[in-house]
């Protein structure tokens, strides 16, 4: 039996494997099944031979003494020489348990299975017919149980099952044909076929069966495999981490990011309970822990939970997400799921709250979360009578600073400013910066009229103590207005504006101080309000006039000229002075209408004035850097037709030491013009030398205090004579203002200033006044009289009245 042999094994694998589907797998799968069938078959082969032997040894038993004896014992022989063929094969075909087996073995595996096959088959050919009914019986008992037997031990291989089976089979089939009882013959017979088919269906269908378990084995391995790949690429790539605990909430599986995450080695974490790690890691009073641990209990799928936790004296945030596993029973088997740092996450979070609450420069709160903690307040004061206190700071001289050194230099100088603000409360109190140079304080407990005046002294000279810039000294100072509730009122915008009003009484007396609210305080503002309302009116409805005071010749006493001074002429109250307006319009804008309209109604009256006189008109310092000053008096003088000679332009110090390079620029163009300029206030400044280098003035205007004290001071007499003395050095002519004495008079034309102007003289003019000034002090002739009132003049007007 060489090749054809093998021909017809080769066939009798490939009917077998499509029967039972094998030839749909992939070669490796193919040779793993192969692999556990021989390896079945090789654990079953020596307790198959020690049955064979026994039942053999039985059977001679049995036959002792009768004919067959004979024939049994020969058959026993034979039996013993397959056993031994069989089992020494075995012995050396053994193999390594991975290592595939090769067709030879299986060829010899099935050339045995139809040696034992031949010769239990050649058994009932020999007793059955020959045999007495006992041993008949023995015999058919041995067969049927060799049949099933061996069939189950080489159930594993369909072939081989099947070509022990078919040899053994025939023999007791011929064996029972030797039978002299037809009913015994069909009886078994009947048996026999039974027998074969059940034995036949159970080999394929468990063929079938370990087919379809080693092909779902295979997609499990496959799809292990696959998920393996994934989670390792998962955690190469991901920020996450796996982690995994059984259904006694032990750890079973912990990735590295896990064990780096944890600070702890895996060999630690495996085995440790997930409760108590979270304990080590977590406070035991976390809300959000308790709540993980009802969900574990309740066996629920939990997502997106985050835990602050403390690794390594680092504080951390970490985000867990898990659901729990069930093995092939249903029953719980654990929870699988993924963790990941979202530390940068959180802190992001923080810095952006913190950006949406507090001041980006400063720290302290901004307007927008003071203004909640002030409603927070208020209604605290609604509900259970809680008062509190809101001081409003402004500092002073702040934007000298930001504006001479930068603005770098001036958030330096707010940092600064804000510590020495915090450090000066307490942890209850609340600060905030509102914008600018302006900051807000709120305090809710110890906040009566002793207590927060105490902290603002404090303020106030905490923050107006001497600051150190990039080696440079800066000092500034505040200034704060307070209001208590409820005496001060009830509602946040209410508080937080009589707070504002209390600042502004604090500044407007001399700054550098605090101030409480006064109901005062209100009902100046409302008058304020209004004013500033009536002012605007007043532009459009032409309530202002001009009033003129006379600039007279220190060597005669005749006016030269006269200074343009604006009055509001208000219906219901009369003639206001600029004293009470100006400021307003300065605040409000409206001092660029006036001042330009000053301009112009001061060249028409000039206009008509004898041809030796000049106008002077004071330009406001906010007027001066709102307006195009050089196109308004470029206008005013085409207008009026005056010679630019004739007209006076006075500015003050401050415009020079405050953004000079352009003021210098406009006072140049106006220059070109033809105008003369002159400086107001002279002695004032800061540095009036040094801005008599920066211009070329043609005039300067001593202040009126020097005047006043030289009656009876002799410092302010020597400071007179040093000016003088500067004004003939540079050439400049020099008026004195403020006269008011004839002992001022003959001091100041001693000296050799060129122009008086003083009470002395006259007061400021209106119309009806300069009329009777300019009788006095010219005498003009008939024909000029009618020419004047032809032209509706001030001196026409008042002649002909008289």
Known sequence: MGRPSAGIFRLLNAYVERATGADQLKSGMRAQLLLEQVQGIAQMALINAAGAVVISLVLMAASHGLPIFSSILAWSSALYGVLFITMRGRLRGRRSPQKAPLPEEVQAILLNSLYL???????????????????????????????????????????????????????LFVGIMGLEDPPERLTLTALLVVQALVMSVICFRHACSRVRHLTNESKIREQKDIISLLLKEFEENS??????????????????????????PSEQLVG?????????????????????????????????????????????????TGKPTHDECGAFAGYIGTASDITAEKNAERRINYLAHNDALTGLLNRTKFAEHLKQSAARLERYGSP??????????????????????????????????????????????????????????????REAGALARRLVESVGRPYELEDDIVSIGVSIGIAIAPADGTR?????????????????????????????????????????????????????VLHYQPLVSADDNRPSGFEALVRWNHPARGVISPAEFIPIAEQTGLIRQIGDWTIREAC??????PEELVVAVNLSAKHFRMSD????????????????????????????????????????ELKALGVTIAMDDFGTGYSSLSSLLKFPFDKIKIDRSFVTASSDDMVARDVLRSIASLGRTLKIRITAEGVETQEQVDFLRDIACTQLQGFYFARPLDELDMARYFLAQFDLPLGELDLAAEHDTPIAAHRLAC
């Open 492 to 544: 946040p915008d209410q508080i937080l504006r009589n707070a504002d009003l209390a600042l502004y009484r604090a500044k407007a007396e001399g700054r550098g101080t605090f101030r409480f609210f006064e109901s005062q305080m209100d009902w100046d503002m409302r008058e304020r309000r209004l004013l500033e309302f009536e002012l605007r009116r007043a532009l459009n409805e032409g309530e202002f």
């Open 604 to 609: 028409q009256a000039a206009a008509r004035w």
């Open 117 to 171: 096959g031949v010769i239990w088959g050649v058994l009932p050919v020999l007793v059955l017919p020959a045999g007495g009914p006992q041993l008949t019986t023995t015999v058919c008992i041995v067969i049927a149980g060799v049949f099933c037997a061996t069939s189950f031990a080489l159930l594993v291989l369909p072939q081989a099952a099947l070509v022990f089976s078919v040899p053994l089979l025939l023999g």
């Open 272 to 320: 440790l309970h997930f409760h108590d790690f979270l304990r080590s890691v977590c406070r035991d009073d976390d809300p959000t822990l308790k709540e993980l641990r009802q969900d574990i209990e309740r066996r629920e799928t939990f997502s997106g939970v985050e835990l602050q936790v403390l690794v390594g004296g680092i504080e951390r945030f970490w985000r867990l």
């Open 629 to 668: 000053v050089a196109s308004v008096v470029r206008g005013a003088l085409a207008a009026s037709n005056l010679p630019p000679h004739r007209l006076e332009l006075e500015i003050t110090e401050s415009l020079l030491i405050e953004h000079a390079e352009d003021v210098v620029d406009k006072l140049n």
């Open 388 to 449: 509190f206190a809101v001081l409003y700071l402004d500092l002073d001289r702040f934007k000298a600073v930001n504006d001479d050194r930068g603005h770098l230099i001036g958030d330096k100088l707010l940092m600064q400013v804000s510590r020495r603000i915090r450090a000066e409360l307490r942890e209850a109190d609340i600060a905030a910066r509102l914008g600018g140079d302006e900051f807000a304080i709120v305090l809710n407990s110890n906040c009566d009229v």
């Open 239 to 264: 920020s996450d981490w796996l982690w995994e605990f059984d259904r006694h909430g032990r750890f079973q599986r912990v990735s590295d990011r896990f064990t780096v995450a944890a600070a702890m």
